[in-house]
C-alpha cells in the first residue's frame, strides 16, 4: 500500500546549523509529494511541494527534492534559526474515489537553540 | 487556495457528551477530510465527506462514534459522540484542491482542540 516513513525525532540544533529530515515513501504510480510544517499552537500549513520525479520544492530556506530512484523527499535547511522550531509532516497525495487522498508520516519535532 | 474556517478552537466537554465541530469552506470543494491528531502524534484521517452521499469510514472508525454531515458543497460537521478522556486530541478539517500544476494539494483548518474530563 502507500505509506510515507520519516525519521523520528526529536531533532534538536543550534541556531545555524544545517538541517535534513530523511522521508521515503511507497506508492504506485506518480505521487505528489509535499512537506507541511506546524508550528506550536498552530494548524499544518503547506511548506514545500514536488509533483514529478527530480521536482524541488523550495520555500524559506528550505528545500526538498523528489527522488523517484530512491523513493525519497529528504528536507534540507542549510542554516535553521530557532523561528523553525517546529513539527514537519512529510506526506503524499495519491488518487481515490472522486478525488485525491493524503498519507501523512509521523512527523518530527525540530527544536532549535539559540 | 482555499480558506477553511474551523470552529470551535477548542473546547473541555465532559465524558458522555457529545460535541459538534463545524468546518466552512471559502470555495466549493468535492471532497472534504476530517482527520485526528492525538497528543505528539501525526494525523489519522478519521473519514472522507463527499456532498449528498454518507461518508467513508477509515479502518477503526464508525458513524455511530463521529457522524458526519456534508449538506453542501462548502460546509460539513463532524460529531465526537459519547465522549471518554480518550477523544482528547485535535480535529481537523481539510480539503484536497488542484494547484497550478493540475496536481492537489491539502488545505487545513486551524483545527479543535478537543479535552475531555
Known sequence: GNSVTQMEGPVTLSE???????CTY????????????????????LLLKATKADDKGSN?????TYRKETTSFHLEKGSVQVSDSAVYFCALTKPNTGGFKTIFGAGTRLFVKA | SAVISQKPSRDICQRGTSLTIQCQVDSQVTMMFWYRQQPGQSL??????????EATYESGFVI????????N???????VSNMSPEDSSIYLCSVD?????????AFFGQGT?????
Do not use: C, H, M
Open chain 1, 60 to 64: 524559506k530556506g528550505f528545500e526538498a
Open chain 2, 73 to 79: 458543497l462548502t460546509f460539513s460537521t463532524l460529531t
Open chain 2, 64 to 71: 455511530d462514534k463521529f457522524p458526519i454531515s456534508r449538506p
Open chain 2, 113 to 117: 482542540r478537543l479535552t475531555v474530563v
Open chain 2, 44 to 53: 489519522t484521517l478519521i473519514a472522507t465527506a463527499n456532498q449528498g452521499s
Open chain 1, 26 to 45: 511507497t506508492a504506485t504510480g506518480y505521487p505528489s509529494l509535499f512537506w507541511y510544517v506546524q508550528y506550536p499552537g498552530e494548524g499544518l500549513q
Open chain 2, 97 to 105: 484542491e488542484p494547484s497550478n500544476s493540475g496536481r492537489t494539494e
Open chain 1, 16 to 22: 545555524e546549523a544545517f538541517l535534513t529530515i530523511n
